[in-house]
């Protein structure tokens, strides 16, 4: 069960951290990532980390507002978001995988989703 945190309503330049965490059967993720899907839009990509290395990988127009981390052993997952914009409102969702990860950005590449967490960013 992947189950995120952390979501609420704030205003334009705040700061906000999402959390998420696998838990359950032993699950041992190989990588994580982040999505988003605002009212009306297709869910986007926003962030990526690979458990054994920490290599992460952001979404071009979200990189130095955006920071996700891993918490190794406990299988948690975070996104720091700073400088939050209206157009940052969205569903976030957590994703794990167990396999290798080819294309970061695609949500096939991962089995195991969170329900989501809303994010508001309004003044």
């Known amino acids: 069960q992947i189950v995120e945190s952390g979501g609420g309503l704030v205003q334009p330049g705040d700061s906000l951290r999402l959390s998420c965490v696998a838990s359950?059967?032993?699950?041992?993720?190989?990588?994580m990532a982040w999505f988003r899907q605002a009212p009306g839009k297709e869910r986007e990509f926003v962030a990526y980390?690979?458990?054994?290395?920490?290599?992460?990988n952001y979404a071009d127009s979200l990189k130095g507002r955006f920071t996700i981390a891993t918490d190794n052993a406990k299988n948690w997952v975070y996104l720091q978001m700073s400088n939050l914009k209206p157009e940052d409102t969205a569903i976030y969702y957590c994703?794990?995988?167990?396999?290798?990860?080819?294309?970061?950005?695609?949500?096939?590449?991962?089995?195991?989703w969170g329900q989501g967490t809303q994010v508001t960013v309004s003044s």
């Open positions: 994703a794990m995988t167990e396999h290798p990860v080819f294309q970061v950005c695609d949500g096939h590449s991962y089995e195991y």
């Open positions: 359950g059967r032993t699950f041992s993720p190989t990588a």
């Open positions: 980390i690979k458990r054994s290395t920490r290599t992460t």
